[in-house]
């Protein structure tokens, strides 16, 4: 699964901000995978029943509010060239998942460090846990997720 996220953030102080988040899934198998698909489907033809096709429920999209707290900001002598802005954060957020079985729905907590290049740039550095429920053949599953991303911002 390859994710492609857009998200805004509002600044409402320099300690508090509020978000949106939405993410376009892209899902492949990879070749490993796919054999292990195709050989429990050809043995499932053959009349064998040791071979069960694997449960799969992909995800399609997200969308998340987010609410994040800077405790922490100040600025860093980025090697002589320039003064840089940066603040540490904490992020929750809350929303819903979309997924080949329907919907569910999804919650995310993690922190980051953001990075203000000049009053146009900024760069975030996060890692976040992101859970939701998918639902398969046996029942409903929890699944989680270790999200680590970098981001560019523009500011307006």
């Given at each position: ?60 999209s ?6 994040s ?8 002598n ?8 940066f ?20 919650w ?5 460090v ?13 890692i ?8 398969v ?9 270790t ?8 500011l307006?």
């Open positions: 699964t390859q994710p492609m996220t857009g998200s805004l953030e509002f600044h409402i102080n320099p300690r508090f901000s509020v978000g949106a988040r939405y993410t376009q899934y892209s899902n492949q198998l990879s070749k490993e995978g796919q054999a292990q698909f195709d050989m429990a489907r050809a043995a499932q033809a053959a009349g064998q029943t040791d071979y069960t096709v694997p449960e799969i429920d992909s995800p399609k997200s969308m998340l509010g987010t609410l707290y800077y405790p922490i900001y100040g600025k860093l980025f090697f002589d060239l320039t003064v840089v802005q603040d540490i954060y904490v992020l929750a957020g809350y929303g819903q998942m979309d997924l080949k079985s329907g919907s569910s729905q999804t995310t907590a993690g922190g980051g953001g990075f203000w290049w000049n009053k146009y740039l900024s760069s975030r550095l996060e976040r846990q992101q859970g939701y429920q998918d639902k053949q046996t029942g409903v599953r929890d699944v989680g997720m999200i680590g991303t970098l981001g560019i911002g523009l307006l």
